[in-house]
Nanobody, 124 residues
Framework: QVQLVESGGGLVQAGGSLRLSCAAS????????MGWFRQAPGKEREFVAA????????YYASSVKGRFTISRDNAKTAVDLQMNSLKPEDTAVYYC?????????????????WGQGTQVTVSS
């Protein structure tokens, strides 16, 4: 069965950086999109970034484009999210997710597999 385990969250000041990692196991992910989503208190879960495993094509929400970078590590079967120039509005629980190709890579409900989430808090 698919397991996704996030790590790397924490508390950082505005303007700082954090790197999240999602360790994936349970199957071969060559036909998968791997995504990062986030959910702030009282808000819906929103798309942050996604990567197509086989081609490493990347996709970003407009709110993070230019500040965040998603990448994959074949050796570790992991997907990382490098977050730079963090803002207080980036504060949320960040989730790693996986889905097979097809449909929309930015729609949370299309993702079947989810990690437990990791808290990111950006202080002003």
């Amino acid at each position: 069965q698919v397991q996704l385990v996030e790590s790397g969250g924490g508390l950082v000041q505005a303007g700082g950086s954090l790197r999240l990692s999602c360790a994936a196991s349970g199957r071969t992910f060559s036909s998968y999109y791997m995504g990062w989503f986030r959910q702030a208190p009282g808000k819906e879960r929103e798309f942050v970034a996604a990567i197509r495993w086989s081609s490493s094509s990347t996709y970003y929400a407009s709110s993070v484009k230019g500040r965040f970078t998603i990448s994959r590590d074949n050796a570790k079967t992991a997907v990382d999210l490098q977050m730079n120039s963090l803002k207080p509005e980036d504060t949320a629980v960040y989730y790693c997710a996986a889905k097979m190709y097809g449909g929309s890579f930015f729609t949370a409900t299309e993702y079947v597999h989810w990690g437990q989430g990791t808290q990111v808090t950006v202080s002003s």
